[in-house]
Structure formats: C-alpha cells, structure tokens
C-alpha cells in the first residue's frame, strides 16, 4: 500500500507548477488533497487533471491576506477532518538589483514566501499537537541555500524558511510532527514568467535555466520520496546540475562558491 493512501494532505500554490504536479502524483498514490492558491479556476482544472475529483477539496486562498488564514485552516482540517499533511509551496519569486527593488516588493516576496508560512503552520500546530501526529513540507530553493545576483528578496525569504522550520523541527518531535525542507533546482515552471521585477512588475519571460529545469512531475516524485522517507532537508531536481553543485560547494568551500556566484550572469 502506497504511504499516502487515505492521507490528507494540503498543498498551498497548486494551481501550477510543483504544486499542480504534487496534486496529480498524490491522488494518483491514493492520498485525498485540498488544493489551494488565489485562482477558484485553474484550482477547479487541477482537480479535474487528477481524474479523481472525489479526492480533491478547493480552498481558495491568499497568502498575502493573513487575516483569513484562521478560517483557512479550520475549512482545510473539515474537508476531510484532519490534515496529516502540509505542503508550503505557493511563492513568488523576484528578478531584480537590490539598488532599483522598491521596498514593496521586498516585503511581499517576504509576506508570500515567508510570513504566511510561518502563519498558517502556527495555527495548524494545534491540530498536529492534538493528534500526536502531523508534517510540514517546505518548498524552499536551491537559493535558501546561497546568494546570487537579482534575487535578494526571494533568497532572503528563503534562508528565512531554514531558520524558522529547523527551529520548529527542534520543538515539534516529541509529538512526532516532523518537517521536511525541499530546496528544488531549475523546475520547468512558471516561476519565472511571474517572479517581480524591481517595481513589482510580472517578468513576464521565461529564463533559460526554467525553461530547460527539470520536469514537474519528476519533481513531485523526488519530493513525496523525500517525505515518505522523512528527509530534514533535500534538493530535488536534475541529479546532476550546477544549482546542486552550488549548494555542496557553499557547504564545503565557500570563498569558493561565493566568488563564482560574484560572475554569476543574471537571467
Ligand atoms: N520552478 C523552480 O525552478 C523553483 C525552484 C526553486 C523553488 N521553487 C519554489 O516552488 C514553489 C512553487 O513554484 P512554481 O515553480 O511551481 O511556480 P508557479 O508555477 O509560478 O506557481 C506558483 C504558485 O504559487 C501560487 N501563488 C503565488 N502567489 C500567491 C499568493 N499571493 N497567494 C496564494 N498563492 C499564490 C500561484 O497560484 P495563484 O496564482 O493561483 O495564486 C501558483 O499556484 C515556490 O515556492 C517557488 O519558490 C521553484
């Protein structure tokens, strides 16, 4: 029997992308999902891709409204009634020098990105308590791990993720709630296309290392592996690629690392 036959799990940011393929690939291994983002339409169409709309819940959500995420949370754990399971993944990213970003766009980056995952995991925190049970997964990025140019506020945001979910793995264990962080490579998404540009602009172009990443519905596997094995951190993506490259060589050689990330050529 597949691990995630019958679980619930909650995906924020599945109207595309990882999120759409993690969708698919859960209710193909038997889990029931709710499915969130802002778009009631392209969540709809996720639901119908899985070709079990039985399994599938639609939550609409704003990660930038905090103030609906109580209400969010309880109409996610009475969907099916209980979330075993909860997928960070809904994000922005940003494509632009620190000198030309408008402050705005470094705090939605961190409102998206950041504040409404750290939200919406303490308010579902009760649940998992009360159940003795329960897992966060985060989607992070090969950039929570390093530096480069035109990314300050997404890598900000997600080097955040990394201090605040290994803090919360530290306190959660006793009742064997656990958290996995997922730092994905170049994924063929549309990440790109909608990441900000320095006034909050859409990019609205797709970058060569997106539209050359890895495919989503590989991706969606490397990530459920790496939760059912209960990984504390994992780099998904092409197995051999510069982005992983990148994270061994920050751990290892830093000097190193950081003087090539100084040439590194902007997308
Ligand atoms: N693709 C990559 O190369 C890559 C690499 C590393 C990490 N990641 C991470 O993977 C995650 C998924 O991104 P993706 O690559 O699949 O990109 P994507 O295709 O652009 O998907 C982004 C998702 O986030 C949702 N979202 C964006 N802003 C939101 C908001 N304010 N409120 C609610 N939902 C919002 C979008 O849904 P709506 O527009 O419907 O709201 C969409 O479902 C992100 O956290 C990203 O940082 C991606």
Not at 234 to 260: C, D, Q
Request: charge should be positive.
């Amino acid at each position: 029997m597949s691990f995630y036959q019958n679980k619930v799990v909650w995906i924020t940011g599945a109207s595309s992308g990882i999120g759409e393929a993690l969708a698919i690939e859960l209710v193909r291994q038997g889990a029931k999902i709710i499915v969130s983002s802002r778009r009631e339409e392209e969540l709809k169409r996720v639901a119908q891709q899985t070709g079990d709309v039985a399994k599938v819940r639609t939550l609409v959500l704003d990660l930038e409204k905090p103030e609906s995420f109580e209400m969010a949370v309880n109409n996610a754990i009475a969907s099916f009634g209980q979330v075993d399971i909860m997928i960070h993944n809904g994000g922005i990213s940003q494509r632009s020098k620190v000198i030309d970003t408008l402050p705005a766009v470094q705090r939605k980056v961190m409102e998206v990105d950041y504040f409404s995952y750290i939200e919406l995991t303490r308010l579902l925190l009760p649940h998992f308590q009360q159940r003795q049970t329960g897992h966060f997964v985060v989607i992070s990025s090969v950039m929570g791990k390093i530096g480069t140019p035109m990314r300050s506020a997404y890598a900000a945001a997600k080097h955040a993720l990394h201090g605040f979910f290994d803090c919360l793995r530290a306190e959660i264990w006793p009742f064997n709630a656990k958290v996995t962080i997922i730092t994905p490579g170049y994924i063929r998404t549309n990440v790109s296309r909608n990441a900000m540009t320095a006034t909050g602009a859409a990019l609205n172009e797709e970058g060569k290392n997106i539209g050359s990443g890895y495919a989503p519905d590989k991706t969606a596997k490397q990530i459920l592996r790496a939760v059912e094995k209960g990984k504390y951190e994992k780099y998904v993506g092409k197995p051999v690629s510069k982005e992983r490259m990148a994270i061994w060589l920050m751990r290892f050689f830093p000097t190193v690392a950081i003087n090539i990330f100084k040439k590194a050529v902007p997308e």
